[in-house]
């Protein structure tokens, strides 16, 4: 998996565990992403900034309560048109770089 921590805009982390990850994604239209998961690393909450509304709420409300290390899987690679990227992919890459910390 690709280093993409140069797009971190914030990291936090609270005393039971659960971790928040703003994402500043690349190729994309979404601006950030902000992504909840517990000391588990269960996806709790995934909001994008900008984007297609209807779709990254949709993303967002699927992958809720979801292992992200599972959600990660299943969203990588995935293509938006001619682009080599999407949001979900990009979602993915987010992913990544919160269950790493």
């Known amino acids: 998996m690709q280093d993409n921590s ?3 805009i914030s990291f936090s982390q609270s005393s039971s565990g659960e971790k928040i990850l703003e994402y500043a994604p690349s190729g994309v239209c979404s601006r950030f992403i902000t992504i909840k998961v517990d000391s588990n690393n269960i996806v709790q909450d995934v909001v994008f900034f900008g984007g297609c ?49």
Do not use: H, V, Y
């Open 53 to 101: 509304s209807g779709n990254t709420q949709g993303l967002g409300a699927l992958i809720k309560g979801m292992p992200a290390k599972e959600a990660m899987q299943r969203l990588k690679g995935i293509c938006c048109g001619n682009k080599t990227t999407s949001c979900p992919d990009q979602l993915s890459n987010a992913l990544f770089e919160i269950i790493k910390r």
């Open 6 to 8: 140069q797009n971190i």
